[in-house]
C-alpha cells in the first residue's frame, strides 16, 4: 500500500508562491493518478490538480490554471505543486492523494490521502 506525506505548506502573502511536495512510500509503481486537493473551513474538497504517474499527463481545476503546476520526480517517489500568484481564496488545508489506474479527472475515486498541509494566503 502507498503512503503519502505532504510538506512545504506555509503563509505567505498575496501574489507570493509556495511549493507543495508529496513523499510517496510504499508500492509507487507506475499507473498512478497522483493528485492535489484542498479544503477550505466550511466548504467541501475540491480536486486542484493530477498528474498520471505513467505518460505525465496532467490535469487542473479552472480556478488554478496558469497558476499552479504539477510535477512529478519519478525517481524520488515525489510529487510536486508549484503555486504561483496565490490569492486568499486559495488557502486551505492542501492534500496529496492517489488512485490507481483510472481517469484522473475522476476526483470521487481517489482512495490514498496524505494528512494535509496548511497553505494560508493573507490579503
Known amino acids: 500500500q502507498v503512503q503519502l506525506v505532504e510538506s512545504g505548506g506555509g503563509s505567505v502573502q498575496a501574489g507570493g508562491s509556495l511549493r507543495l511536495s508529496c513523499a510517496a512510500f510504499?508500492?509507487?509503481?507506475?499507473?498512478?493518478?497522483m493528485g492535489w486537493f484542498r479544503q477550505a473551513p466550511g466548504k467541501e474538497r475540491e480536486g486542484v490538480a493530477a498528474i498520471y504517474t505513467g505518460g505525465g499527463s496532467t490535469t487542473y481545476a479552472d480556478s488554478v490554471k496558469g497558476r499552479f503546476t504539477v510535477s512529478q520526480n519519478y525517481a524520488k517517489s515525489t510529487l510536486y505543486l508549484q503555486m504561483n500568484s496565490l490569492k486568499p481564496e486559495d488557502t486551505a488545508m492542501y492534500y496529496c492523494a492517489a488512485v490507481y489506474r483510472v481517469n484522473c479527472q475522476a476526483w470521487s475515486l481517489y482512495n490514498i490521502w496524505g494528512r494535509g498541509t496548511q497553505v494560508t494566503v493573507s490579503s
Open positions: 510504499g508500492n509507487t509503481a507506475s499507473g498512478y493518478c
